[in-house]
């Protein structure tokens, strides 16, 4: 009876000391997501010093690099770059740090990430798609530069081209068709981005890519 009171003993023990050491684990997680949304980079560097992972997610698999570059707040993405984070993880929607820079046209971050080795080619939706949709051109002229697939085309076929056309976004059009993107190419639905175009009434858009001679 001795013996087997010793082993519960020891058993609450050790009971005890992991639910202590989660509730601590679970508290620094907590703490390092609202120190990245606070921009709180001395209690990031602290939980990091502690032992705290760099790339650790939000329950939509958000790393903290990516939080940073939808936040669209650059000294960060800059300072968890210098801290060893992981610019080639994707979280469950399959958006990585650097397509989530493109959307929200902070061009330094898009820089900054490009240099420390993220994809910028992935398949399917990608940086370049997405950066045309909201119609950043600074960041469509710089990854052009990289040799990225300028007819690259999303899960249902979207291209940078259609992406511009169907928002209106002139200047990329513009851009785009200066790099000889594919005007023929078709999405699911079978439209072409001159026909995007025209279904938003931007007809600007249309007008130029009737006369790029391959419409």
């Not at 968890?80 to 902070?106: E, F, H, P, Q, T």
């Amino acid at each position: 009876m001795k013996r087997l009171f010793g082993r519960i003993c020891r058993l609450a023990i050790l009971l005890a000391t992991f639910l202590a050491s989660f509730a601590v684990l679970a508290g620094a997680y907590d703490d390092m997501l609202e120190a990245v949304i606070t921009k709180d980079r001395g209690k990031i560097y602290h939980l990091l010093q502690r032992g705290m992972d760099v790339n650790t997610t939000d329950r939509s698999g958000n790393t903290l690099l990516m939080m940073a570059a939808r936040n669209d707040d650059h000294s960060m993405v800059e300072f968890l770059l210098r801290n060893n984070a992981n610019s080639l993880i994707k979280n469950k929607y399959g958006d990585s740090a650097l397509m989530l820079a493109s959307l929200r046209g902070n061009l330094k971050s898009v820089i900054a990430l490009v240099a420390a080795g993220a994809e910028i080619d992935p398949e399917g939706w990608t940086p370049l798609i997405y950066a045309a949709f909201e119609g950043h051109a600074e960041i469509v002229r710089y990854l052009l530069t990289k040799d990225v697939d300028i007819d690259a085309q999303s899960e249902n076929g979207t291209t940078a081209l259609m992406a511009a056309s169907r928002n209106g976004h002139l200047e990329i059009v513009k851009i785009l068709l200066a790099q000889d993107a594919d005007v023929h190419l078709v999405n699911q639905d079978n439209l072409t981005a001159g026909d995007m175009a025209l279904a938003g009434r931007h007809f600007a858009v249309t007008n130029l890519l009737k006369s790029s001679g391959n419409h």
